[in-house]
Structure formats: structure tokens, C-alpha cells
Nanobody, 124 residues
Framework: VQLQASGGGLVQAGGSLRLSCVTSGFNLDDYPIGWFRQAPGKEREGVACFAYRDDTKYYSDSVKGRFTISRDSGGNTVYLRMNSLKSEDTAVYYC??????????????????WGQGTQVTVSS
């Protein structure tokens, strides 16, 4: 099982980025993927995810309306489109494969397999 996140970088506030998570070693249709982030000195938090039982998308309140999670149909890549970026979005972003059922797909302990992370820095 491998997850490779990419697409991070330095962007000005108000700008956009699209992160990609290329997966291998499993069927993306069987395991939902979530996006998470961790800023220095803070806990890892869920940003966007697909629910386990269906493809319903969930977002944290801090990114709702600005970020969009998507996947290529029949493929192996999940995306996170980030618009109207703010300085508080600065963090290392990770994609992960959900392995456990839970009440919220934004809950990090539900995920056992993680990518290496990609840095997003938003300058104000």
C-alpha cells in the first residue's frame, strides 16, 4: 500500500493549489481516502474525506466552501482543490487510507496508511 501526496508549494493568500494523492497497492473503490493537515505545534486534523459507505464528501468547518475533494473515476488518484487560501491553511498536508469504520471520516485514528505529506505555505 502506497500513497504519494504532491502539489504543495508557496502561494499568496487568496490563491489556489491542487494537491494530488496517487495511490497503489489497493483498490481505491474499496478504501476511502481522506486529506489531513498538521501545522507546527498543532495536532493533525481532518480536512476533507469520503465517507466509508458511500461517496459523500465531508469537510472541516475551516475549509468548507473553499476546498474540494475529488477522485478520478476508475483511477488511482484523489485530489484536493484548495481555493481562497489563507495563512492559517499553512501546514503539511497528508492523504491517508481509511481502514476502520467510524462516525466521522475526518477522524485521524480511523486511518492506518499515510502518505509522506506535502508542504503548503500561504503567505499573507
Amino acid at each position: 500500500v502506497q500513497l504519494q501526496a504532491s502539489g504543495g508549494g508557496l502561494v499568496q493568500a487568496g490563491g489556489s493549489l491542487r494537491l494530488s494523492c496517487v495511490t497503489s497497492g489497493f483498490n481505491l473503490d474499496d478504501y476511502p481516502i481522506g486529506w489531513f493537515r498538521q501545522a507546527p505545534g498543532k495536532e493533525r486534523e481532518g480536512v476533507a474525506c469520503f465517507a466509508y459507505r458511500d461517496d459523500t464528501k465531508y469537510y472541516s468547518d475551516s475549509v468548507k466552501g473553499r476546498f474540494t475533494i475529488s477522485r478520478d473515476s476508475g483511477g488511482n488518484t484523489v485530489y484536493l482543490r484548495m481555493n481562497s487560501l489563507k495563512s492559517e491553511d499553512t501546514a503539511v498536508y497528508y492523504c491517508a487510507r481509511q481502514s476502520l469504520h467510524g462516525t466521522s471520516c475526518l477522524f485521524p485514528p480511523l486511518y492506518n496508511d499515510w502518505g509522506q505529506g506535502t508542504q503548503v505555505t500561504v503567505s499573507s
